[in-house]
């Protein structure tokens, strides 16, 4: 476990020294992840913020307090989960990541993503929802199903930020967290029968 975390250290620090998209020029610092290692459940946003560029972690604003309480709503504190973006720099006035700056950072997620080993993913935004799925798609089509992205559950949710704007966002995003766990519990039960704790090494 502690190379798990030795390996995301690592990349966390060629995160920093990373220069691959102009991006780079207009950072404070690059804001890689935060949470659990190994998660059961890794959510994944769009792109820092003002608030998450000064403080180097995602979901720091007021998107990611609402964001904070609706996981705790849906009874996944935020303690138990991993939180990274596609974008590990904040875009200019926060504007949409362009294509090629997702192209140029969406290795490092997926290395995140296999480091963390989530069982299940939350795509959080359509931004997320297409780099994960790699397709175009629309957030108020997929949302709260249950997809695959890179071997794992997904469910795609709309971005907090649209919560924050009066959209009714907040409680499709509770329902869409509260599938989230359901599928975290199934396949924990999956897991269990399957594999007896001997053969996982849990004692
Ligand atoms: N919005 C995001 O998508 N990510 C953050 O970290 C903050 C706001």
Redesign the pocket.
């Known amino acids: 476990m502690n190379q798990v975390r030795e390996r995301l250290e690592s990349l966390r620090r060629e995160v920093g020294r990373c220069r691959k998209c102009p991006l780079w020029q207009g950072r404070t610092q690059t804001?890689f992840g935060v949470g659990r290692v190994p998660a059961d459940l890794m959510l994944v946003?769009?792109?820092?913020?003002f608030?998450?560029d000064r403080m180097g972690e995602?979901?720091?604003?007021a998107?990611?307090q609402l964001l904070t309480r609706l996981l705790a709503e849906a009874g996944l504190p935020r303690t138990e989960v991993y939180?990274a973006?596609v974008l590990k720099c904040r875009p200019p006035g926060n504007r949409d990541p362009l294509p090629e700056e997702v192209e140029a950072c969406l290795p490092y997620l997926k290395e995140q993503v296999e480091l963390v080993n989530p069982r299940v993913l939350v795509a959080?935004?359509v931004h997320?929802a297409r780099a994960l799925l790699g397709r175009p798609v629309s957030i108020s089509r997929v949302r709260g199903q249950r997809l695959e992205a890179l071997g794992r559950a997904l469910v795609p949710t709309y971005?907090?930020?649209a919560a924050l704007r009066g959209t009714g966002a907040a409680e499709a995003i509770g329902e869409d967290l509260r599938l989230a766990r359901g599928l975290l519990e199934e396949t924990r039960k999956a897991v269990s029968v399957l594999d007896p704790p001997e053969q996982l090494g849990l004692f």
Do not use: K, S, Y
Not at 45 to 49: I, N, R, S, T
């Open positions: 804001v946003g769009e792109a820092p913020g608030h998450e995602p979901f720091v604003g998107a990611g939180i973006n959080l935004g997320a971005h907090p930020a």
